[in-house]
């Protein structure tokens, strides 16, 4: 199995190498952006002139940024799902390379792709893919192992598992014999362990969610203090959780699984494997993958992937400065965001719930704000956020969320806006769990109910013995 998807890169990193010029045309979140900085410092150490051009979506109205020249054209994090927009723009076989992990498009040309979907490897991302290309065309590339793990954990592929497995965890351990991967394991499954004081990162922690602790910084505090951990230095400050004396750690985790226990809830979502980065500066989002992940999130969604591929790229200067403050004001309007959502309330149908945002916010951000909202209202339901494109009114954006629940029981967002959001003339794509779509503005109710249908015959085949 494996050997197939070495082949595969093997094959791409000589076409590359033929290659007097490369534009790689990526997506703008976490795993497009650590796949472009994989390829683009790969290409330059080879001395191969690369130019780069960020997405967000590949749909006819993008293809203008792809130039019409003689540079090899490499997709990455999209293009296999698009292979017919491809060839209606007049692209051939010979000028493109697709490095994606989407379901691939029936198309009559045979564009050269590496997919790990071909060799049934479902965990792993764009930029894993990526990551094994740039090894073929120089093995000393062993350092971007660590970016390639950012893309991983950025979409999501650690989530299910509560870590990296199959060939993803392969990278991890490049990184690990390079030195700029530490893994942390068993560790605490939560956000911000590298930069928030402990009990504002268990106040924020909801997978899994702890009764008297989730959503409540105040609450995770007096919880603490019972314990008697220590939770601050000798200067007053509040300590983050990877400053902590490993027996207060265990003391706390030990207490954290009682506590799910004594309300019933499972414990398996409690721990997992983090990936620590010692090269990066403590108390800063660079040290994990996961804060890492948010930050280069947070750059595309504001419309700045390129600031966020310099980071990628070494730059710690006003690249790191522009990230950091797009990364607070970020933050603060998911938080608008999904309190908006709560409190305007969503329309459920029966295998549905939905909300139209309008203008409010930008389209790039709304998936974030479903995926948060889904865990406090009915989870059982998958959740779709409709928003309006200030750049193209004529277009809808969807994006949808859905758990681990759902999936088990035939749950396909991916494979529900694709079929749906075909049938009124748009696009849809992306994971089974997460999905997004663009839809004529004028087809709204007849998309919904499309998708509505589709999660009633996903559902089905479950509902009969399982409820």
Same mark, same amino acid.
């Given at each position: 199995m494996e050997m197939g998807l070495e082949r595969d890169a093997r094959?791409?990193?000589?076409?590359?190498?033929?290659?007097?010029s =490369?534009?790689? @045309?990526?997506?703008?979140?976490?795993?497009?952006?650590?796949?472009? $900085?994989?390829?683009?410092?790969?290409?330059?150490?080879?001395? @191969?002139?690369?130019?780069? =051009?960020?997405?967000?979506?590949?749909?006819?109205?993008?293809?203008?940024?792809v130039p019409k020249d003689d540079s090899l054209k490499l997709f990455t994090d999209l293009g296999a799902g698009q292979q017919i927009l491809l060839s209606d723009h007049g692209l051939d076989a010979d000028d493109v390379l697709i490095i994606d992990h989407h379901v691939s498009q029936p198309c009559g040309t045979a564009y050269p792709q590496v997919n790990c979907l071909d060799f049934g490897i479902t965990r792993m991302s764009a930029a &894993? +893919?990526?990551?094994?290309?740039?090894?073929?065309?120089?093995p000393?590339?062993?350092?971007?192992?660590?970016?390639?793990?950012?893309?991983?954990?950025?979409?999501?592929?650690a989530r299910e598992n509560c870590g990296l497995v199959g060939p993803a965890r392969d990278i991890v351990q490049d990184g690990v014999a390079y030195g700029n991967i530490v893994v942390q394991k068993p560790d605490l499954n939560c956000y911000g362990t590298s930069t928030r004081p402990v009990h504002v990162c268990l106040g924020y922690c909801d997978d899994p969610y702890i009764d008297g602790i989730s959503n409540s910084t105040?609450?995770?505090?007096?919880? #603490?203090?019972?314990?008697?951990?220590t939770l601050?230095?000798?200067? &007053?400050?509040?300590?983050?959780?990877?400053? #902590?004396?490993?027996?207060?750690?265990?003391?706390?985790?030990?207490?954290?699984?009682?506590?799910? @226990?004594? *309300? &019933?809830?499972?414990?398996?979502?409690?721990?997992?494997?983090?990936?620590?980065?010692?090269?990066?500066?403590?108390?800063?989002v660079l040290r994990n993958a996961s804060e890492y992940a948010t930050l280069l999130n947070a750059c595309g969604r504001w419309a700045k992937p390129k600031v966020?591929? $310099?980071?990628?790229?070494?730059?710690?200067?006003?690249?790191?400065?522009?990230a950091e403050y797009m990364l607070a004001h970020h933050r603060s309007v998911i938080r608008?965001?999904?309190?908006?959502?709560?409190?305007?309330?969503?329309?459920?149908?029966? *295998?549905?719930?939905?909300? *139209?945002?309008?203008?409010?916010?930008?389209?790039?951000?709304?998936?974030?704000?479903?995926?948060?909202? #889904? $865990?406090?209202?009915?989870?059982?339901?998958?959740?779709? =956020? #409709?928003?309006?494109?200030?750049?193209?009114?004529?277009?809808?954006?969807?994006?949808?969320?859905?758990?681990?629940?759902? +999936?088990?029981?035939?749950?396909?967002?991916?494979?529900?806006?694709?079929?749906?959001?075909?049938?009124?003339?748009?696009?849809?794509?992306?994971?089974?769990?997460?999905?997004?779509?663009? +839809?004529p503005h004028d087809a709204e109710e007849e998309f919904i109910d499309g998708v509505n249908r589709i999660l009633k015959r996903q559902f089905a085949p479950a509902d009969t013995g399982d409820s």
């Amino acid at each position: 199995m494996e050997m197939g998807l070495e082949r595969d890169a093997r094959r791409a990193a000589d076409r590359i190498a033929e290659a007097e010029s =490369v534009t790689i @045309i990526s997506h703008i979140d976490a795993d497009g952006i650590s796949t472009e $900085s994989i390829l683009a410092q790969a290409l330059a150490r080879a001395g @191969i002139s690369v130019t780069s =051009v960020f997405v967000r979506q590949l749909e006819p109205m993008a293809m203008r940024h792809v130039p019409k020249d003689d540079s090899l054209k490499l997709f990455t994090d999209l293009g296999a799902g698009q292979q017919i927009l491809l060839s209606d723009h007049g692209l051939d076989a010979d000028d493109v390379l697709i490095i994606d992990h989407h379901v691939s498009q029936p198309c009559g040309t045979a564009y050269p792709q590496v997919n790990c979907l071909d060799f049934g490897i479902t965990r792993m991302s764009a930029a &894993g +893919i990526a990551y094994l290309v740039a090894k073929a065309i120089d093995p000393a590339n062993a350092d971007l192992a660590k970016l390639a793990v950012v893309g991983n954990v950025g979409d999501m592929m650690a989530r299910e598992n509560c870590g990296l497995v199959g060939p993803a965890r392969d990278i991890v351990q490049d990184g690990v014999a390079y030195g700029n991967i530490v893994v942390q394991k068993p560790d605490l499954n939560c956000y911000g362990t590298s930069t928030r004081p402990v009990h504002v990162c268990l106040g924020y922690c909801d997978d899994p969610y702890i009764d008297g602790i989730s959503n409540s910084t105040t609450g995770a505090l007096r919880f #603490l203090e019972k314990l008697g951990v220590t939770l601050k230095n000798p200067q &007053g400050g509040w300590l983050v959780w990877e400053e #902590l004396p490993f027996d207060d750690r265990r003391t706390i985790i030990s207490a954290l699984a009682q506590q799910l @226990i004594a *309300h &019933g809830r499972e414990t398996d979502r409690l721990l997992a494997e983090t990936y620590i980065f010692p090269d990066e500066p403590g108390r800063t989002v660079l040290r994990n993958a996961s804060e890492y992940a948010t930050l280069l999130n947070a750059c595309g969604r504001w419309a700045k992937p390129k600031v966020g591929s $310099s980071i990628c790229c070494g730059d710690r200067g006003d690249a790191y400065r522009d990230a950091e403050y797009m990364l607070a004001h970020h933050r603060s309007v998911i938080r608008d965001l999904l309190q908006y959502i709560l409190d305007t309330g969503v329309t459920e149908l029966s *295998h549905l719930q939905y909300i *139209h945002t309008g203008d409010r916010f930008p389209d790039t951000i709304v998936g974030i704000g479903a995926g948060m909202a #889904l $865990s406090k209202l009915n989870w059982r339901k998958p959740i779709m =956020v #409709l928003a309006v494109m200030v750049d193209e009114p004529e277009v809808i954006k969807v994006s949808m969320r859905t758990n681990e629940w759902a +999936i088990a029981r035939g749950v396909d967002l991916q494979g529900a806006l694709v079929e749906a959001s075909a049938a009124v003339g748009g696009a849809g794509g992306g994971h089974r769990i997460a999905a997004g779509a663009f +839809i004529p503005h004028d087809a709204e109710e007849e998309f919904i109910d499309g998708v509505n249908r589709i999660l009633k015959r996903q559902f089905a085949p479950a509902d009969t013995g399982d409820s």
